[in-house]
């Protein structure tokens, strides 16, 4: 009962948090956007997938920003739905989902929310958060906060990918084995080659050195096991690594 009064106040507040599926109807593929490095690292494959041009690398720098991109993006036959939306709309479209370690995914977001010189979002200053957390701190008030009410840059994928009790995605892709993981979702499409623009992806563009190193810290890699437990069971179980 509480799940559902919440949900649906939690809607006024944050119309789109459940929008994480783009629906390309022209490839029959959705993408579930999970995490933002992988969003940026496929940028140039989604905006194809969209019906653009190929992305120059000029353009590329320029679309860097969630913002722009996204921007750039809508502007092509793409469609930002729910699950509940997605299954209606398109029951037999492939759902792709591109997940990533929860301890980089975590250090990404510190380094977004905390380390950047930019204002805290209301979120987090209304949850208090700080500018000078340290990444014990940080990670010490994110294993508080239920999936039910986290932000999306760190509520958990399995949350995020469920559906009625169900995983949507037909298939789950990791984000660190990109390159294998970029031809598993070119295949999924109806798209005949990668794009001519270089596609690469390294945690290293994302999160600093050091704040990798600080994340790796024997008590913040179990306290972050602990609260994602559900994605490294799903995702990052020695079963699903073997496959």
């Known amino acids: ?67 722009n991109s996204e921007r750039f993006l809508f502007h092509g036959n793409v469609e930002l739905l729910t699950a509940r939306e997605l299954k209606r709309r398109y029951p037999k479209m492939k759902i792709v989902a591109w997940v990533q370690d929860p301890l980089e995914r975590l250090a990404y977001c510190y380094e977004k929310v905390i380390l950047a010189d930019t204002p805290l979002p209301s979120y987090y200053s209304d949850r208090h958060f700080h500018k000078d957390m340290s990444p014990h701190e940080f990670v010490s008030h994110v294993e508080l906060i239920s999936d039910l009410e986290a932000d999306n840059l760190f509520r958990s994928q399995a949350s995020t990918l469920t559906y009625k009790g169900a995983l949507t995605a037909d298939i789950v892709l990791r984000l660190e084995h990109y390159e294998q993981s970029l031809d598993r979702f070119l295949s999924q499409s109806s798209l ?52």
């Open 1 to 67: 009962m509480f799940s559902r009064v919440y949900t649906i106040f939690d809607r006024r507040r944050r119309p789109l948090r459940n929008h994480v599926y783009l629906a390309f109807p022209d490839h029959d593929v959705a993408y579930a956007r999970l995490t933002e490095p992988a969003f940026h690292a496929l940028c140039p494959v989604l905006h194809l997938l969209a019906g653009h041009a190929e992305i120059s690398p000029k353009d590329q720098r320029h679309y860097k920003t969630s913002e």
């Open 192 to 243: 005949k080659a990668k794009p001519k623009s270089g596609l690469r992806y390294r945690i290293s563009d994302y999160v600093s050195p050091s704040t990798l190193r600080s994340f790796k810290d024997d008590w913040l890699s179990n306290k972050l096991r602990q609260r994602y437990k559900s994605d490294y069971d799903l995702f990052y179980s020695q079963e699903v690594a073997q496959a």
